[in-house]
C-alpha cells in the first residue's frame, strides 16, 4: 500500500513477484516453468466454455441425457469424455424456463466449473460482481443487458462449497431441426453462467 | 473470519465492468500466476482450503486493492514462506523490493459433534458461529433460516482442512433462502441458493 507518512521500501511489481516465487521454486528442483506451459496448453484448449456448450445442445437433443445430466452432472459429463478436477465432487446443472432465471456466482472468491464452462471472465472475479449479484439480482443482471420481465423468478447460486453448478439455458425456438454441431455454436460462457439468455429465449 | 473476502450482500458497490466475451487473463503473468498455484496444489504443498484461506488473510487494504491474481499471487508466496519451502527474504532480494504477504492465521476447528442429516425439503437454520479461522459460510446466511434442496457428496470440512486439523469429511447441502429473509426490505426479490456445510446448520424449530 502506499503510504504518504513513511517512507518505506517500494513494493515489487506483481511480474517481479511472480518472478521471484517461480524461480525459488526452480532453484529447489520444482519444475515450474515445465508446469507452467503444460497449464498454458490446458487453459487454452481444454478449459473452455466450448466444453459446457456440447453438453448443452447434447442435453437439447437427447432427453435421456439431459435426464441423467439433471440427475448427475459429473457423471452425464464425462460421456463426453469431459473430466473435473477431483475436489470438484458434483456438477449440479441448473436448467432455465421462460420463468426460471439462474445465475451463479462465488461471493467469497471466484469459483466456477471452469473444465467445463471455461475459466471464469474477469468480471465474475470483480468485487462488484461478487458483492451486489446475491442481494440485487434483478438490477444486476438488467445492467449487463439481461432485463428480466417482472414475472421471470431469478434464482442465484453462490459456490460456497465445491460443488460446482452450470446453467442449461433454455434453447431458442428458432434451432428446431438443427444439429448438436449448429447448436453447440450458439451457446455462451454468459449464458452457462445465467447472466445473459440466448437469441430468441 | 469474518474477513474483508466475505463480499456477499455488501452495499456500495458500483457498476460490473462487464463486457460480452470479457477476458479472463489480461497480462502474461497472471497466467503463470494461475498455473503456479496449481502446481503447488499438486505437489502438496497446500490444500485448496489453505490456498483460499490464505487469501482471506491479506491484509484488508491490500485484499480490496489487489487483483484476483495479485490475490493469487500473496496467497501462493505466504504459504510457500510459511511451510518452509521459502524464506520472505529470499523472495524479496529475488524481487527487488518489498513482497507483502498475508497476515497470520488463527487456530481451525474440527466438524461440530451431533451434526444432523437433512433432507430435502426440511427447514433448516445457519448457526450463529463466529470462528476466527477459515469457514465456508458467507456472513449474510448466518442465523438464517432456509430449506435444504439437495445434498452434496462429503467434502473435507473447510475450517479444519485449511488448518490442518483432524476432522470427518461432510456433506453440503444445498439450502434456498428468500432474499426478503436475508435483508429483509432491502434486496431484488430472488430465491438465493447456498452450498452450506451440515456442520453449519441446525434444523429449525416450526415456529421459525
Known sequence: MPDQTHSRPTVASVEKRTDAIQAALEERGLKAGEFIEQAEHLVEEKWIPENGARVVAKAWTDPAFKQRLLANGRDAVAELGLTMPPHHRHLVVLENAPKVQNVICCTLCSCTAFTIIGLPPDWYKDLEYRARVVRQSRTVLKEMGLDLPPEVEIRVWDTTADTRYMVLPVRPPHTEGWSEEQLAKIVTKDAMIGVARLQGT | ?208
Open chain 2, 1 to 208: 473470519m469474518d474477513g474483508m473476502h466475505d463480499l456477499g450482500g455488501k452495499q456500495g458497490f458500483g457498476r460490473i465492468r462487464y463486457a460480452l466475451d470479457a477476458q479472463v487473463f489480461h497480462e502474461p503473468w497472471e497466467k503463470r500466476v494461475n498455473a503456479l498455484y496449481g502446481f503447488a496444489v499438486k505437489l502438496g504443498i497446500f490444500n485448496m482450503d489453505e490456498y483460499r484461506h490464505a487469501i482471506e488473510r491479506m491484509e484488508p487494504r491490500h485484499y480490496l486493492s489487489a487483483s484476483y491474481y495479485e490475490r493469487a499471487l500473496t496467497s501462493l508466496a505466504t504459504l510457500c514462506v510459511e511451510k518452509g519451502i521459502v524464506t520472505l527474504a529470499e523472495l524479496e532480494k529475488r524481487a527487488n523490493g518489498t513482497f507483502p504477504l498475508s497476515m497470520s492465521s488463527a487456530p481451525g476447528r474440527s466438524n461440530i459433534p451431533g451434526r444432523e442429516r437433512f433432507k430435502a425439503g426440511d427447514r433448516v437454520r445457519v448457526r450463529s458461529d463466529y470462528v476466527p479461522g477459515h469457514m465456508r459460510m458467507p456472513g449474510y446466511i448466518r442465523g438464517k433460516t432456509g430449506v435444504v434442496v439437495s445434498e452434496s457428496p462429503a467434502y473435507p470440512f473447510p475450517d479444519a482442512h485449511a488448518h490442518g486439523v483432524k476432522a470427518e469429511d461432510e456433506p453440503t447441502f444445498d439450502v434456498r433462502f428468500r432474499s426478503e429473509d436475508l435483508w429483509p426490505n432491502s434486496s431484488d426479490a430472488a430465491l438465493v441458493h447456498v452450498a452450506v456445510f451440515q456442520s453449519y446448520l441446525e434444523r429449525a424449530s416450526d415456529s421459525a
